[in-house]
């Protein structure tokens, strides 16, 4: 005979909401990052029709990081949601594990990153130069990307604002070659410390004009460049990055405990319906 009645549960409500509510927010963002995705793809291609080239065209995509990032949040939120709500084993399941091999990427990423520092920032200084600095006047999200981290950051350029004659718009070389763009020899104007030298709130797209073969001239242009000024500002921030990244590890973990544990709670409850 059956030890308990199909009114009697062993599921804690608390815990069973908790997961419930949380990953019911995440599944509405993640389904808001899809739509802002699929609406900023489809504008970009009514203006600058781009094929996918490479998996670097879609690292550098802003419209499909949100896509892609919408989509994962999507899946787990739904996994977390309706597997909390209907008590459903395997999908808890899938969501613990998940959320634990997520948990386990970004621990062995910065853990590399920290130990090979040297050839992460070489290898990663490659990637932007030859997917940012010179595809800049091609792409407007990636234009747009650039312009708004070099106004926030007060830099230039990836190393330094030398790294804008890699662009071919903005080149300025020394080999005797002419180059006809009226952009030759400058470097973009988010790279100004004062844009709008000509009208009011109205950005001078050759206010950096001639830099490049001045020599950079630090009153007129930042010429530090956007990595040296990205870690300058993570180490005097660095109580408050440390904290969002405790806080995003203990989001995870508390999630693993507790799709674990209402996971453990039902097949516990399954049993003793059982016996």
């Not at 896509?67 to 395997?90: D, Q, S």
């Not at 999908?91 to 990427?105: D, E, P, R, S, T």
């Not at 030859?130 to 926030?152: A, F, G, M, R, V």
Request: charged residues 15%; proline residues 3%.
């Amino acid at each position: 005979m059956p030890c308990c009645g199909p009114v009697d549960s062993f599921v804690s409500p608390f815990v069973k909401y908790v997961l419930f509510f949380f990953n019911f927010l995440c599944w509405l963002l993640g389904g808001v990052l899809i739509g802002i995705g699929i609406w900023a793809y489809l504008e970009k291609q009514k203006y600058y029709n781009k094929e996918i080239e490479s998996v670097y065209d879609v690292i550098f995509d802003l419209a499909i990081i949100f896509l892609v990032l919408g989509a994962v949040i999507f899946i787990l939120g739904y996994a977390g949601c309706i597997g909390a709500l209907r008590e459903n084993v395997y999908l808890l399941k899938f969501y613990y594990f998940a959320m634990l091999l997520i948990f386990l990427v970004l621990l062995v990423g910065a853990v590399l990153a920290f130990v090979f520092r040297d050839k992460f920032r070489q290898k990663f200084t490659s990637l932007l130069k030859d997917n940012l600095i010179i595809t800049y006047q091609d792409d407007p999200d990636k234009q747009s990307t650039i312009d708004w981290l070099q106004e926030q950051l007060g830099c230039c350029g990836v190393n330094s604002y030398r790294d804008w004659n890699k662009n071919q718009y903005y080149n300025c070389s020394s080999e005797g070659r002419y180059n006809p763009s009226p952009l030759a020899c400058s470097v973009p104007h988010s790279c100004c410390k004062v844009q709008d030298t000509l009208m009011a709130g109205v950005p001078n797209i050759l206010c950096g004009n001639g830099v490049l073969k001045m020599g950079g001239d630090s009153s007129l242009v930042y010429t530090i460049g956007c990595i040296d000024a990205a870690l300058g500002l993570v180490e005097t921030e660095l109580p408050m990055v440390g904290g969002i990244a405790i806080g995003i590890c203990f989001v995870l973990l508390i999630a693993m405990y507790l799709s674990y544990l209402l996971a453990r709670q039902v097949e516990d409850q399954m049993l003793r319906w059982s016996i």
